[in-house]
């Protein structure tokens, strides 16, 4: 990629940001609040639904892609099902936004969505492994991608209760996303997530430090859903063995605190589908914690997990695996830390 075209990328991604500034503005207008009860972390009516700044942001830039720049595009089947799945995500998580469906609902038409991208021929058929070579999974590709995508849009989607979390994760993997798939020649996931980063940088500056808006299911969901997409695009790299880790590891610290917290409620006998405020992020800004610092060390994981991306491409095949590891200790220190100040806090049962 020349010079040149590197800056006519970042205007592109510039433009967009402003026009999901300016939908995200107007969404404040709107006023469809989020009205506080006891399991959320603000005290007045905010408004919400301001993801439809980077709902449209990611529209109007891929129609654009599609147009003009063929050799950013998947294949015209994939191409057309992930927009279309990805679309209708959005739709109905804004009607949720707005008319509070239950889990049960939003569930079925994550999973239709995911049925609608892998069924268009997106999904991981086979996988380069260290000392195996290239193994093909066939049908259990199809369904392991279906229950990943469902895994990863309610995973963001879980973790977006406190201002900037979400927003900054999203803007900061999607930048290590796009230089990773430059390098890689991967040219749809590297318009892909320059498109959806723009729209989070777009929607930040609503919502951090000080939220005039959320971004509402409409943009958690939204979010969630694209990156899963584009972690099996991304698995698709020729040259990097396991490449559908790559976006894992980006969102390392999202999927090690839906994890732990969906493991601990279930263990106690909590259902894991009901609303509460027992994440890890909940956790450390009830026990003190600054929430502000509290996003912001989020955005470090994903940093983190972008350098980590980093090191397994440029990792020998035999060590790869190993790699895989290194977020751990990381969210082991994390959790020790918010468990201390949640017992100093006086913050018994979670």
């Not at 399991?39 to 147009?67: E, S």
């Not at 009901?274 to 800004?285: D, F, I, N, T």
């Not at 502000?292 to 440029?314: E, K």
């Not at 020998?316 to 468990?339: I, Y």
Request: charged fraction near 10%.
């Amino acid at each position: 990629m020349t010079t040149l075209a590197l800056l006519h990328h970042l205007a592109f991604a510039g433009a967009l940001a402003l026009l999901s500034a300016a939908a995200v503005r107007a969404m404040i207008s709107v006023r469809l609040l989020d009205r506080p009860d006891a399991r959320k972390a603000h005290a007045v009516p905010t408004p919400k639904g301001g993801g439809v700044g980077i709902v449209l942001a990611f529209m109007v830039g891929v129609a654009l892609l599609y147009r003009y720049a063929e050799f950013g595009r998947l294949a015209e089947p994939y191409f057309r099902g992930v927009i279309l799945a990805a679309g209708a995500i959005a739709l109905v998580a804004l009607l949720d936004d707005i008319l509070d469906w239950p889990f049960t609902v939003k569930l079925a038409a994550q999973v239709l969505a995911a049925v609608v991208a892998v069924g268009s021929g997106l999904y991981v058929a086979d996988v380069r492994l260290p000392y195996l070579g290239v193994v093909q999974i066939g049908v259990l590709g199809a369904v392991l991608s279906i229950g990943w995508i469902v895994f990863a849009t309610n995973a963001v989607n879980f973790i977006d209760g406190m201002n900037g979390l979400v927003g900054g994760v999203v803007l900061v993997s999607c930048a290590f996303l796009a230089v990773i798939a430059a390098a890689q020649g991967g040219w749809f996931v590297y318009f892909a997530a320059l498109i959806l980063g723009a729209g989070a940088a777009g929607f930040l500056p609503f919502n951090y430090p000080r939220a005039r808006i959320f971004m509402g299911d409409v943009g958690s969901q939204f979010c969630g859903f694209v990156l899963a997409v584009l972690a099996i695009a991304a698995g698709r790299f020729q040259g990097v063995e396991m490449s559908f880790v790559l976006v894992p590891l980006l969102l390392s610290g999202i999927i090690f605190d839906v994890l732990f917290t969906l493991a601990r409620r279930a263990l106690v006998g909590e259902r894991v589908t009901q609303a509460h405020r027992g994440h890890l992020y909940q956790v450390a800004a009830r026990a003190g914690m600054d929430p502000r610092a509290v996003a912001a060390l989020h955005w470090g994981f994903a940093a983190f997990g972008g350098m980590l991306c980093l090191v397994f491409i440029a990792t020998p095949a035999m060590a790869k695996p190993a790699v895989l590891l290194l977020p751990l200790p990381v969210q082991l220190v994390w959790l020790t830390v918010v468990t201390r100040r949640a017992r100093a806090a006086g913050i018994g049962r979670w």
